[in-house]
């Protein structure tokens, strides 16, 4: 495994906000779950088109980490499993364009509530609340993301930050907190 030590750090960290039941394995149930959890945060009306549209998100996320992650015997994802998963795919030279580009249009296509290409640090702090991070972390936490103090995060931030989620050995670089503060 090619990963760093804080590479590994923070893919735990999202693994335990994807881990809704704590089993320490990801199953389809613990998107569902999420998926509730998550909509109801934003508001969003079970057979909505905005609940609809975060589900199918999500499970299409669920679906391709399925494929590709290995399961184990009782078809779940296992934390090694999701690091060796995250190790191949951190290694493709498309993954920091094409891979990017493609979770930072998932969050918008999740929690930009209001359409304005613009993530709020309302609608951000729904999304870090269905990933169990704490009220106390939530503020301290977008205020390391928004890099140009607008109050608002956009695409280009985003790509950003997740680009030193993925990539970064600072242990310093905002992008590490994206999914929460990583001990």
Same mark, same amino acid.
Do not use: C
């Given at each position: 495994?090619?990963?760093?030590?804080?590479?590994?750090?923070?893919?735990?960290?999202?693994?335990?906000?994807?881990? &809704?039941?704590?089993?320490?394995?990801?199953?389809?149930?613990?998107?569902?779950? &999420?998926?509730?959890? !998550?909509?109801?945060?934003? /508001?969003?009306?079970?057979?909505?088109?905005?609940?609809?549209?975060?589900? %199918?998100? !999500?499970?299409?996320?669920?679906?391709g980490l399925e494929q590709k992650a290995?399961?184990?015997? *009782?078809?779940?994802?296992?934390? /090694?499993?999701w690091l060796s998963y995250f190790d191949?795919?951190?290694? *493709?030279?498309?993954?920091? %364009?094409? $891979?990017?580009?493609?979770?930072? @249009?998932?969050?918008?296509?999740?929690?930009?509530?209001d359409g304005d290409d613009k993530i709020?640090?309302?609608?951000?702090?729904?999304?870090?609340?269905?990933?169990?991070?704490?009220?106390?972390?939530?503020? $301290?936490?977008?205020?390391? !993301?928004?890099?140009? $103090? *607008?109050? %608002?995060?956009?695409? /280009?931030?985003?790509?950003?930050?997740?680009?030193? &989620?993925?990539?970064?050995?600072?242990? *310093?670089?905002?992008? @590490?907190?994206?999914? $929460?503060?990583?001990?």
């Amino acid at each position: 495994m090619t990963l760093t030590e804080l590479q590994q750090k923070k893919l735990k960290k999202l693994f335990d906000a994807y881990d &809704f039941d704590s089993s320490q394995s990801l199953a389809k149930s613990d998107f569902e779950s &999420f998926i509730g959890d !998550l909509t109801s945060k934003l /508001e969003y009306q079970k057979g909505s088109a905005d609940y609809q549209r975060v589900e %199918s998100e !999500l499970l299409e996320f669920w679906n391709g980490l399925e494929q590709k992650a290995g399961l184990s015997p *009782d078809g779940e994802v296992t934390l /090694e499993a999701w690091l060796s998963y995250f190790d191949n795919l951190l290694l *493709d030279e498309n993954f920091p %364009s094409a $891979g990017i580009d493609y979770g930072v @249009n998932l969050i918008f296509n999740i929690i930009d509530k209001d359409g304005d290409d613009k993530i709020s640090l309302e609608e951000y702090t729904q999304l870090l609340k269905s990933w169990k991070i704490s009220d106390s972390e939530v503020s $301290g936490i977008y205020s390391k !993301l928004d890099l140009n $103090g *607008d109050g %608002s995060l956009s695409r /280009e931030e985003l790509k950003q930050l997740y680009h030193d &989620f993925y990539y970064s050995n600072d242990p *310093d670089a905002p992008g @590490n907190s994206i999914h $929460g503060l990583v001990a």
